[in-house]
């Protein structure tokens, strides 16, 4: 899958991005990985990919981006949907296909059309964004204001802590 990686560097790079890559033993859990990066929890980015059922017959999926140190509110995600009946964890399959990553690598980045991308406030408080790279063993620091440049996240209060 690194073939979502490759995109995400060509990205960057041709939009000038500023960031920097950490190599380090592969993990997938935030509070690991933040150590791992030497980094405070809070700074890294949670992404998770979510089902948003709308009636019976229709369904929409989100990237949602919190703090590594919060909850995604399923409920506040649930809400942002008119006529939404339920919102849940995507299955690890579904999820994987859609990140075009593995799970604990899914990156801030919605590069799938069926993803809407939606990101809590909470991640603009540092000056940079911390995240696994479509890789467990390599993740990226990115500054946080090409981050919102670049991936244009829908702003809206979804983490609990």
Request: net charge positive; charged share 25%.
């Amino acid at each position: 899958m690194h073939e979502t990686y490759d995109k995400l560097i060509e990205l960057l790079n041709s939009q000038k991005a500023t960031y920097r890559l950490i190599d380090h033993d592969p993990e997938g859990q935030t509070d690991k990985v933040s150590a791992l990066r030497g980094h405070p929890v809070a700074a890294a980015s949670k992404c998770i990919v979510l089902i948003v059922k709308i009636g019976k017959k229709t369904s929409r999926f989100v990237l949602a981006v919190v703090p590594g140190n919060a909850r995604v509110d399923t409920g506040k995600i649930k809400s942002l949907f008119p006529g939404a009946t339920y919102a849940g964890f995507a299955t690890v399959d579904v999820a994987e296909r859609l990140a075009g990553s593995v799970a604990g690598t899914v990156l801030p980045f919605a590069f799938h059309p069926d993803l809407h991308l939606i990101a809590d406030p909470l991640i603009t408080q540092h000056e940079e964004l911390f995240f696994n790279a479509a890789r467990l063993d390599r993740s990226m620091a990115l500054r946080t204001s090409d981050y919102l440049a670049l991936a244009k996240p829908r702003l809206e209060r979804i983490a609990s802590t």
